[in-house]
């Protein structure tokens, strides 16, 4: 190892001016300094980072060293940034929204706010795909999931999706799916939110459902939908605010064989009848007024539940009870088999990312406010509107919805000359409400009105009609409630002992505190997921987010209010273009996967733009990642797979066969650059251009985007459209699962076709329908990446591509003496990430990849990805903000590793009991008394000498797959279950 | 255990009004709920909490139960709170600060701003008296020490003192004692910092040093100063701005016999020869720019630091690296025995209370920047000084000093009509200069000045003699340097491994989170401190703190620019006059003792205003906390002792003795109430009454004021003054160490003689002089307590008065079935803590109070105070925020030890070696490979089955104290001690 434990006495560099900042990112953000690069630069052979790169990236892709500089990209220092940030800021208008249409401006607990949102040990882990290392975050989901089940009373919830429109896509494809896609109509009530009827006509059409909007009430005495139908979807209360009863319809259509999905409020069914009461199958919604900020649109967790007859088809990550190696209870990831990595084509939804981090902060706030404190808020909310109805009925205003929970639909006209006298004198207030029609307004409460609040809205009414100020003393304390009595709640809910302990501040924070301590984070070491680029979340980057001016802002707030944001998100897409050498771009993708979609989506949309809407098939390399197949479908194409080389290489000859097979229909190729395997391939223009002879059109797959900056780019490589995953090339943190923002970038000619949004009206009429629920998808943190570019620079963000692949070679030199490394170049160089094959050991020693990732969490190290892109693999991607130390830990970890595994080999060891096979070994193991394994405690633990001092202790063992599929349990122990 | 594990399934309560918020902070602050109070309550006998109130505090002491109610102190919600918190931070002007005087513009790391300083896990811990349960800040504050050892170059320093004027203080102190108090003359260089000198002249007068201000280079010329010449201050660079040559008067006064004493700026000595260098005997100064929010006023760390042969004699806290019993190295606190605790009126200083948390994050800011960081902030600060100086110069000023770090005085006459013309011109600008006279200004530079500000302030000196605009094309990039060539340094500084391997975020957050790892803090379990008062530290209050517009506030910035922060004092102040019972405050005094200390020199300079200036006894109860004795002796008084009786109260007949006695030079009595014994004495007015009727002051320590609120005050009992731990009471958190807050109370006779400051004019002339360095003290921190009792409003406050008696109460009742609790009243109720003693054990058992102490390690919690006020016993205080199930946990956990004693007693197992002597048990132990104790390694980590879920490990074994002071070792290790 050349690192000898120290970055030298080197290189924080002197000014080269006396006006030069000093708080420069670059040199906080890349973990090598100058030595340490030199020092591996030279065990690798090379005198310089130029000679390194030349031999490592193929000369044909790459783009002129002046394509991305600090002239292209100007770089912000650390608080120059902060002050750009705070002007932006200061930019969006501070108005009290009552818009309401699903966000909402919660109240975040301070304590939630500031230990679990702004703390890295929260934001920084990633999915728990690891269960030995992730118990806390893992805990957390299950009681985002009980939360789920209990509100809505249904059998089963997952842990998160992406926003309350996909989710009402992915329900309406489970609807088709059950009828084995025989029945093709979906029937969607007409009063549902907008946003979520633009995502299910682009779903639908897709997957060639025939989307029937209409009248759920009357709808189906048509007896031609009646035979055709697979489900109905309905939203309650309505997007007016109506409470109606869904019980006759959804037996109505449980007689015709369909599926009811229904849009719901969290909050709300503190107070009314939950669907899972009145027979709905699939229930879903936004979690975010629990305690998350609206943020301009998100990100905000999805909560889905279903009966159970359907939980083996829910889309999504699901986590459940099961227990250790030891018998005792352990959490993990349940069905996975049911997710696209594994069905790939045969998959119907393509989740991948979810919100992991926003579904962790809803849960708090319910173990928060428990029962009780939830009801109370509820109650308020509602006070809130009935007081409000009956201070403006009492002006002469018409109240249309007599049903409600917190939304008013209000008719103007008796009193005014139409809605735009109240929306101007709200605008006047700094208050604004949802714009029905030219007679009509809409008013939502939510938690955070005060009473002064109630007052300003009065007087805003007020204002029309008479000219006196109205005060508190005009509001009347509401008696009785305006829900239907058949359709308020009876039954209890969250009676599970956790949402009812830790109400007070302290106690809370000791069960986040708890929770934390359980979850290897990037607050321990590095986290070398191959393929999911876990680099530095920088304070700076993450500081702006949960600033008011950004945080409260509502994603339909009128664009003259959020000048702050649009300059933000222009900025962003501007630079991404610049990065991927496209023209133009969206970020209305909440992940990686729904990017994919969306750019299949553009693609069709350009084919049928010229005539050629018969176009569909698509070509996919078997080593693409799961999403992409699922994704291909769910745009509606065919998938064609396409041949990899042993060498990790496309075969191109295969490519070329397929292309000219299919010259008439094909419609994309999708492509991830470099490869899932680590393979910068020299080939990639000339794959592209099969495609483009062939009437095709490239996806990129931006996922390892890391690789690429300032040495080459999508556009370059020959793309036309990619998506770049902002959660992992640029910093975004990865939440424990997500949140994630899937951009896609797009060359000119398919610009016209970027998604619209029903709140989005400058968009052309070729774009296609909304791809999310808000119009720039989870806005906030786009902020990360905004800042993480600026500070960065071109420069910076040209040397962290070089830096990431230099930590990768110099892995994968340390690495191939003890390993067998997969794939390297013909100068022996790899990517930015590195795929050693372990097929070896299951002969010689009876392992399989598992045992040496749970022996790598012995040394508090989360183990690379496993299995991925090839069964017997690991994939390791370093990232540039690793330091050489970091790096030698891990290499100095793995080739231990392979001196443990030697021991087996040769038998010293016994194949069956040793320390890879009873890995991880958690403190209670080597606490015990009896001690009968064949290694000694200090081996389990201490099998380095730098352990001591620093070490991640997973908290369980081993945890039992199998048993926690056959026995799943997906929601937290209850008092019995405890108490026993 | 009454709490069965849960809170029930009750109670938050509903809401009473629609418009009554529900972020309603006591129901989060307050540990227990109804549910479980009524428990303890019928546990303990009483119906009623006003049943048991009655029973626990004597009649004769309490106030009318309206007179503490929402009425007296309105009531704020949480997010009322904000508001109000953001609305006063608006009222403070953003002025850009150029006054320096030891205070500047920090530039916060944000990693460190976000993980240390916004981290419950480093802020809300205790002083590290366990070590094995504190070895990361242990770590980071022997950072500190490191730190200012090389960049001043001296042989050792301490972990932080208040402020850099109480620093100066102690160095004087520290001249005069080494003379053996003989020689009274100690000199002051005419340019030091105002508050240093306004606070050396009333440390001087409690001393009776005889305090000489004139020119160091030439006053030791008078013979009669250097014959009883005990030491000498100068200031490096002085309040100007020059750099002199101390080297020959160092010779002169060392050649005299006294000390040199030298004030330094931290910063400068990267680019200055270090006073350890040109023979200073102690080196101190402000450390705040090193990262720590100037807040107006602080709090901030002082470092201090000495010659090998004055180690001894040094106040305030060190840390020393020893090694524990498996003989690993550990850090632990040494040389206790030279501390106020133990020598009480022998003592010199009374620090107790210090600046750890602030200490830490300067040292993190060193851990970050590293020597070649820390080099170029301060040659970026050296530039724009000598930048700005050629600019003004060619536009006429006269800058007056040659030689400079960061500080011009400039001499405006050439140009202007006066000064005045330049600070109107700066205050049109949003500037803040330093206003030395009525010709000159002062400029001094920090690191957050960016070139736009420095265009800013070239166009302000312009403004005069020019109307042309300049820009940063007028400034020069300076060449060569304005340090005098044999006053540059020359040495390296921080060469150690830890300066220079966390340099990028990544590395910077894991190092901060692996040493925040090894803390136990509020965020595992209770700190059942007695006398302390560990309690909730709720985020809400902690918001604002970091918040720019308080942050940056400059503390002698103008009053018409801190109107926010002006009403924060004066609400804070008027709400402790309240909750005391008395008439004026003041914030000034930087911990409990500090404003022991102010409110003694308050009561001398009443007998003085009164002729009789001669009362120098002051009477203190053996029982005192070691500060009050300490503190006496600074004012310049005599401590005469008061007995105790064996049952904790006051032997009111020696009082009465003793007051009598020295009736004519009685000048005060200090009394603790309730006594450190947790006990209300009901005599506490009648011992008042003895000492007026002899003409004393009675002082009343407040430091248990928790026991109180609503249900009695210090004027009640009796007092004239008292101080408030606003770190204990008032919620301020504990920082490991400090920040404190130690106002004084006065009633209305003592208000004229509360501390005046330089920069208060205001002050009358009665005033005595200041005893902080900043008008207000740690102003920005006073903003916690003062949200605290806004957010809990007067019912809030008085109702958590209630429930931590009733929680010290109940645990007393649990407890005295297994433990000779010390004291009860005659109704069998403590205080709000209670003292257990562990006498016994040393008999049957061979046990110290020590061994319970490390055992409740094991068990996951902090040990109560140990060995205070009484060597056999452990003082133990719930407060209010802890719940029954938390309180019954400790409970379990005292009374599982009191079985294992039992085990010892019987003799089932050995006195030299189980699980108490041995304690505490690292996992270290617990992994080796051998194991041949008489007990099970599960026995030793596991005692109760709970610890599997939840355990706080200690990082060491047991730290070996009489090896650590023997050997003495203060600094990080170094490159070749890390190596070998
Ligand atoms: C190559 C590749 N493509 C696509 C994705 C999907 O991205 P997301 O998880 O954001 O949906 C991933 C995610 O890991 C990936 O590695
Ligand atoms: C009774 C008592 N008095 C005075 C003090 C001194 O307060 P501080 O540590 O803030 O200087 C303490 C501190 O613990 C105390 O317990
Ligand atoms: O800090 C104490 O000495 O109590």
Redesign the interface.
Known sequence: SVAQ????????R??T???Q???VFP?????P?DKEASLMLSKLGYKSMDAFIDATVPPKIRIAANAMDNNSIPVLS???LQARAKELGGQNKPFKSYIGMGYHTA?VP??V???VM????WYTPYTPYQPEIAQGRLESLVNFQTMVMSLTSMDIANASLLDEATAAAEAMVMAFVSTSQKKRSFLVDSVVSPQTLAVLRLRAKGFGINLVVGDAATALEDQGLRSDLCGVLVQYPDINGSIKDYGSLAQSVHAAGGLVACATDLLALALLKPPGEWGADIVFGNSARFGVPAGYGGPHAAFFAVTDSLKRKMPGRLIGRSRDALGQPAYRLSLQTREQHIRREKATSNICTSQALLANMAAMYAVY?????IR??A??VH??AQ?LKSAIESMGYRVENTSFFDTLTVDTSPVTSGAAVVHAAAAAANINLRQVDDKRVGVTFD??A??NDLVALLNVFASAPSARKLS?SD?Q??TGTAIPPSLQRTSEYL?H?VF??H????????YI??LASKDIS????MIPLGSCTMK?N???S??PITWPEYSTVHPFAPHDQVAGYRTIIKELEQDLCKITGFHSATLQPNSGAAGEYAGLCVIRAYHESRGEGHRNICLIPLSAHGTNPASAVMAGLKVVSVKVLPDGNLDLGDLKVKAELHKDNLAAFMITYPSTFGVFEAGVQDACKIIHDNGGQVYLDGANLNAQIGLTNPAKCGGDVCHLNLHKTFAIPHGGGGPGVGPICVAEHLAPFLPSHPMLPEKGDQAIDAVAAAPFGSASIALISWAYIKMLGGKGLSDSSKMALLNANYMASRLSDHYNLRYKNENGRVAHELLIDLAEFTKSAGLKVGDFAKRLQDYGFHPPTCSWPTPTCMLIEPTE???L??LDRFCDAMIQIRKEVEDIITGAQPRDNNVLTNAPHP??V????EWDRPY???T???PLPWL?E?KF?PTVARVDDAYGDLNLVCDCPS?EE?SS
């Not at 040199?27 to 973990?31: F, K, L, T, V, W």
């Not at 109400?503 to 000791?510: A, Q, V």
């Open positions: 434990r120290s970055r030298g006495l080197a290189t924080i002197p000014q001016s006396l006006f900042p000093l708080d040199e906080r953000h890349i973990g300094d650390e608080s120059q109240v301070p304590v706010l500031r230990n702004e703390n890295p040990a406010h428990g029962p009780a404190g109370r808020i109650v308020k006070g809130y007081s938690e955070s005060a009473p508190l509001l304390e509401p009676p002992p009812n302990k109400h007070s501040e302290t106690e809370m924070l000791r505190n708890h990037l607050v321990h070491s530095l920088s304070t700076s993450m500081i903000s690793e330091t130390e970091e403190i209670s080597i606490a015990s008394t000694s405690r200090e389990a633990v201490y001591k620093k202790w008092v405890l």
